[in-house]
């Protein structure tokens, strides 16, 4: 599975972003799929994940700025952010597997994409 994601970039506190991530290959449609977040000097982190039946779950610092969407058709999951603070500046990763991936604390996907770099200025 490759995944390759697009729309980062650099707003003023209070703006918004829309990340976009495409995945191709051998995709198993049951899959969940998700976005983290690395800012500098931390620890990667889950901020939202979408189940197979479009099932959200957010991380409390995102949760009701943030929204994440997939379209199962195109295999794409989408990331709008609103209310953009500068806490939240960071790399972010999108990511595909199994549930227990995300579900269970311990583990970690396996497939990511590459990155997209989101700067918020205060």
């Known amino acids: 599975v490759q995944l390759q994601a697009s729309g980062g970039g650099l707003v003023q506190a209070g703006g918004s972003l829309r990340l976009s991530c495409a995945a191709s290959?051998?995709?198993?449609?049951?899959?969940?799929m998700g976005w983290y977040r690395q800012a500098p000097g931390k620890q990667r982190v889950l901020i939202a994940f979408?189940?197979?039946?479009?099932?959200?779950i957010y991380a409390p610092s995102v949760k009701g700025r943030f929204t994440i969407s997939r379209d199962h058709a195109k295999n794409t999951v989408d990331l709008q952010m609103n209310n953009l603070k500068p806490e939240d500046a960071a790399v972010y990763y999108c990511?595909?597997?199994?549930?227990?991936?995300?579900?269970?604390?311990?583990?970690?996907?396996?497939?990511w994409g590459q990155g997209t770099l989101v700067t918020v200025s205060s």
């Open positions: 990511t595909m597997d199994h549930a227990k991936k995300f579900l269970v604390p311990e583990l970690v996907p396996d497939y």
């Open positions: 290959g051998n995709i198993d449609s049951n899959d969940y």
């Open positions: 979408i189940t197979n039946g479009d099932t959200t």
